[in-house]
Structure formats: C-alpha cells, structure tokens
C-alpha cells in the first residue's frame, strides 16, 4: 500500500508565490487540496477541506498579522500551520510559534529548506 | 511552456498589476493620510512585489521594494508622516521602478541606483530633513509610462470578431461572384485586393485565437496522480506536442473529453502494481499523451500500457444488449468490436467497464467530438496498451469543403472527413442483399445514393436507380468507415464560414452546418458521422 498523503492548503495572496509552493509540493508528493488568496477564503477552505496542514502567509487583503492564524489554531487546533513570510516580520514569527504555527519559513525560501521544514513538522 | 517561462509571465502580470494598484493608492493615500486601510494596502502590496522579485532572482529592485516596504511600515504605525519630503521620495521611487519595471518585462538589463536605496534608508530611519536627494532627482525626472505592449481580449469579443470576419467573407464571395460577370477592370481589380485583405483578416482573426493546448496538458499531471493516489496505483505521464495550436474554444470544448480519457486510462486501463508485476510488467503504469497537428487538423493521442480492451467481451456485451445481431458477432471486426465501447447502451454499462476495463461515459466524448467536426478512434490490444486518438479542426469556423449538387440544392463535406473522390463507371458498382458496393483500395466500400438518402430517407438503393453511365463518387471516411457518396454533380473545393443550424431546425441529423455560397444560394454542410452512422446501423442492424 502506499502511504497516504498529507492534505496541504496553501494561502498566500500572490498567485505567482501560490504557484511556486503549489508546484513545489505536488513535486514533492504531496497533496494540495485548495489555495486561499484571502482569510475570508482560508477560514473557508478550512472548514470545508480539513487540510492537515496549511502553509500561511501572514499579510493577506483581509489579514494583518496573527488574527487569521490565531483564529485557524481555535477552530482547528490539530492542523499543522507553517508560517511563510517575507523578510522583514521577525517579529510577528515569534508571536506565530506563541499563538501555535508549527514552524515558519521566510520568503525567498530554497526549496529544500521548505520541504525539509513541512517534512519536520510532520513527523 | 516550461515551468520557468510559466513562472515568468505569472509574475510579470502579477507584478504589474500590483505596482499598477499600488501607485494608484498612493495618490489617493496623499489625499487622504489618514485612511489606514490605504496605507495597508500599500505596505501589503510593496511587501508582495518584495517577496516576489526576490523569489524571481531580482535581488536589487526586490531590495528597493524591501525598503519602501519599511518606509510604509513606519507610516503604517504613524511612526512616520507621509508628508511632502517623504511623498516625493515615495514618487520619485515609483517612477524609477516603473521604468525599471519596463525594462523586465522587455527582459533588457538595468542598474539599481544604490544611491536610491542608501537614501530611502535614510528616510525609513527617520533622517530625512531637509533630503536634497530627491528635491534634486525630483527636478529631473521625467514622468514615464510604460503602455504594455499586451492587451487582454475577452473570448466573446474574438467570438464576435469572428463571426462578423465570417459575414464579410461570405459577402466578399458573392461581391467576387457579381465582379467577375460585370467584366469591369477597375471593379475587378478592387475586388481581387478586397479578396486579399478579407482573407488576412480572417487568417489574422483565427491566428489570434489559437492557444498551446499545453494550456489544457499541463494541467493533466496533477489530475493522474490524483487518480493514481486514490486508485493506489503507480503511473508515470509523459507528455509531449504542448506548444500544438489550437482555437480556445475547440479545446475548450474538448477538455472534458480528455481528462474523461485520462481518468479512465489511469482508474480503469492502468493495473495496480502487484497485477503489473504478475504480468512482468514495470511496477509503474505509464500514459503518454501527445498533441500535434497538420494541414488545420489537431491529433491529440492518449495512449495507457494498461490492460487494454477485450473486445471479445464488448462484442459478447452489445450483443446480450440487442445492439448487433448475431451475423454480426460472428463477423466482427477487431476494429469495429473496438468502435462498439462507444456506443451509449454500451458505454454507460457499469458492467462492461468492470470487465473489458473502458467504456464509461465514451459516447458523449463521441458526441462532443462530433459536433466540433472531429471523430475518436481507438486501438487497443488486450493484455498490453489502449490508445485513444482524437482529431479535431484547429478552429470552428472556416473549413475547406468540397461543394457539389445533388439535385437542385448545394452541399459541401469538410475535406478532412474526405478520403477520395472518385468518377467510376455505374457498371464498375454491384449488389448485395439491398446494398451497393464499389471496391476502392481493395476493400468493399458500401455506396450511398444521396438523391435517394436526402429526399426519399432511404439508403437502400439499388444499381437500377442509377442510370447515368459515369459518377460522381465521395469516398468519405468516418471513425474507421468507409463509405461512398454518389453526388450529381461535383462544383469546387473552397472555404467555407460554417455557422451552425439555429432552432427550429437544429434537429436535420444529416445536416452539420449552413453556408451561403459566393452565388447567394444556400449551401449545407453534411454531417459526415451521423450519415456513416445511420448508414452503418441500417446495414447492421
């Protein structure tokens, strides 16, 4: 039998990054059941596809730091949420792993480094 | 197009679009400094286009990014006032990235000045007063827009676009038609560069909406190993013909059909691997899809080294359903046992899916292929492959036909569905049972008399209705059939602006289409799938 595969739904309000962690995943086998653009769509796309992880980046249209994340960790405190955020949010990273985010990654990332960190988190 | 070139155009639209919004909020943020959810909105979107280029390898402009993102952080937690000195620096920037940003998407080479950044720096510090940094660049800079060279054009547009390009060209015809009989040069002359520029439009009309069928293919890797995943099966997908051109309302049509194949070969043709490894097979099914085209037909092939059809059974099935009688059976072809998984008491059977391996839902791919003027085609061997072959026209709308009489009434048939046309003596053709044959490339090719089909509905004919001496024969050609169309008189092969038929009279089954022809007289075009299949069921049945 194989192994089944880990259900991912990745936010982030850039198509071209949604794009990139999309294919970089599928690649990697696993499985992408949506991508959410805004934290309307997340919350949404939560509910309704139960990932068991979501790979979140933290400035959305509608989101502004940790809410959406805080808000995701009360409803479905099982998934795993990995932060990917840009340069410059130190900050806010340390006040993700407080509110529960599994690990983060920061953009640009290396592809390595982001299938080794969701590979981390996993286990 | 590869990843990278996919990647690419994702991120300059995207860029674009951004930079474009963020410059518009900025003016609107200066009018307004203190509506927060402005300010927001910049600082989102410059630190997007950061993370963006840099991703992309654009170190330096995401550099530039990265520091107006700062600059609008401090703004955002009124750290900072967007007043006139910061509002300049702010300008002067998005001027400098707007021309930068010209220079990308062209892919030319460009410089940051890293003057701009040290001093933007500086601004995002808190140093700014008095900055004689930008009051001076400010002076010189020139306001730049870069027009992109791209626009977008909805498919309804190019539909009517089309559609009137198909109304000109049937006037040119007729204009052509009324010009050659006035016998006038001036008017000749203009009417044969009229011709011209009519046909380029066309060709330029059509060009237009040709898009890679990759469009359609790239998205089919994800969909297999879905299946795969949830089939527990293994399966490799090659893929090859992606930049084949095709109008986007042709694959549009037809990209149910595909994934429907698709699904099919990887749920129902692939073996799981403990059966493949029975079988001495590799472990890893494998599924090649290919595309290409010639002479206005695209190819698609969708080929499974699965367990493949048992056509036996299919046969054994459709005649448990009454569909074929029991001469039939015993005398079937391979190939026409293959033809029967389309048929829709057949391809809707969960039974037959489970035993021969395929056929659910074929015969609305069958019919969606049908109506573009295109046919499938399968080959398939039991135990080693199956292959799907769909043909279709690269565009609707103009097709080459071949244009005769039967009668007193114009008919055309698209040259693709056209394998010969022959004149034959009447003594050349013989009967048996209520049919008519003519023997062509060795084979028995049954013959339709088409004054006969068209006004009487009947095909059954016999040699005594034909009593001219030589005829005019179309040898047309159908999902594997042959089949003889006996024509009174043949007029000229020409291109044709194929509308279709509007209700009520959209259920002619015989009938595919309507033109008006150069002489204003009306013209239909023959439904060459549904005359081989009435034909074929009247002569099996």
């Known amino acids: ?123 | 197009m590869s990843r990278k070139d996919e990647y690419w155009k994702i991120f300059i639209t995207e860029t674009r679009e951004e930079f474009d919004k963020t410059c518009l909020n900025l003016v609107e943020f200066e009018k307004n400094p203190s509506d927060q959810k402005l300010v927001d909105e910049v600082f989102r979107l410059l630190h997007n286009m950061k993370a963006n280029t840099k991703a992309m390898g654009l170190e330096d402009i995401g550099e530039l990014f990265h520091v107006l993102e700062n600059i609008f952080s401090q703004i955002r937690t009124n750290k900072l006032q967007f007043d006139q000195q910061v509002a300049q620096a702010v300008f002067y920037s998005t001027d400098y990235i707007e021309l930068l940003l010209g220079k990308i998407e062209k892919q030319e080479s460009y410089e940051v000045d890293s003057e701009l950044i040290e001093n933007l720096n500086k601004i995002a510090g808190g140093e700014i007063y008095p900055n004689s940094y930008f009051s001076q660049k400010s002076k010189q800079s020139t306001d730049v827009v870069n027009i992109t060279d791209q626009v977008n054009i909805s498919i309804k547009d190019l539909d009517d676009l089309l559609n009137m390009v198909g109304e000109l060209v049937i006037d040119r015809d007729q204009l052509m038609n009324i010009a050659s009989k006035v016998e006038y040069d001036s008017i000749m002359n203009l009417t044969s560069h009229l011709s011209r520029v009519t046909d380029q439009i066309r060709d330029k009309v059509m060009d237009v909406r040709l898009i890679n069928v990759g469009a359609l293919f790239n998205r089919l890797p994800k969909i297999i190993r879905d299946i795969a995943s949830a089939e527990n099966k293994e399966v490799e997908v090659e893929i090859t013909g992606t930049e084949t051109k095709i109008d986007r309302n042709v694959l549009s049509a037809i990209t149910d059909s595909i994934i429907h194949i698709v699904r099919n070969a990887v749920a129902h043709g692939i073996e799981n691997p403990e059966k493949r490894k029975e079988k001495k097979k590799s472990k890893r099914g494998n599924i090649l899809i290919n595309a290409s085209s010639e002479k206005g037909v695209v190819e698609i092939s969708i080929k499974d080294d699965g367990g493949g059809i048992d056509y036996q059974k299919v046969t054994d099935k459709a005649y448990e359903l009454k569909l074929i009688n029991e001469a039939v059976k015993n005398d079937i072809s391979k190939r026409a046992a293959l033809e029967l998984i389309f048929l829709p008491a057949l391809s809707t059977s969960d039974k037959v899916t489970e035993n021969s391996g395929r056929g659910v839902g074929l015969d609305v791919v069958k019919t969606d292929l049908e109506k573009l003027g295109g046919y499938v085609d399968v080959d398939s061997k039991l135990g080693s492959y199956t292959e799907f072959i769909l043909s279709m026209p690269i565009s609707i709308a103009v097709k080459s036909c071949l244009v005769f009489k039967v009668q007193r009434s114009n008919f055309a048939i698209p040259l693709q569905s056209i394998s010969s046309v022959l004149k034959v003596p009447s003594a050349d053709l013989y009967q048996i049972g209520d049919s008519i044959y003519i023997d062509y490339l060795q084979k028995s090719v049954p013959l339709i008399y088409l004054s006969d089909f068209l006004y009487s509905k009947t095909s059954l004919t016999t040699k005594s209705n034909l009593n001219r001496k030589l005829l005019d024969i179309i040898i047309i050609s159908y999902g594997g059939f042959m089949t003889g169309l006996i024509v009174d008189e043949l007029l000229r092969q020409q291109e044709l602006v194929v509308k279709p038929i509007k209700k009520p009279l959209d259920n002619l089954e015989y009938y595919g289409g309507i033109t008006v022809l150069a002489t204003g007289d009306i013209c239909f075009i023959l439904d060459v799938a549904n005359i081989t299949k009435t034909y074929n069921l009247e002569v099996t049945a």
Not at chain 1, 4 to 19: A, E, G, N, P, Q
Not at chain 1, 32 to 42: K, P, R, S, Y
Not at chain 1, 99 to 105: K, R
Request: charged share 30%; aromatic share 4%.
């Open chain 1, 1 to 123: 039998m194989k192994q089944k595969k880990t259900k991912i739904l990745v936010v982030d309000d850039s198509f071209y990054m949604r794009t990139i962690i999309k294919n970089m995943l599928l690649d990697a086998g696993y499985d992408i059941i949506g991508e959410a653009g805004t934290a309307a769509e997340a919350l949404e796309q939560t509910d309704k596809l139960k990932p068991e992880l979501i790979t979140l980046d933290l400035i959305l249209p509608d989101n502004n730091g940790t809410d959406l994340l805080q808000k995701l960790k009360e409803d479905h405190p099982n998934i795993q949420i990995v932060v990917v955020s840009a340069v410059g949010q130190e900050l806010i990273l340390s006040k993700a792993k407080d509110l529960g985010a599994a690990d983060y990654i920061t953009k640009p990332f290396e592809e390595e480094e982001v299938l080794k960190t969701i590979k981390s988190v996993l286990n």
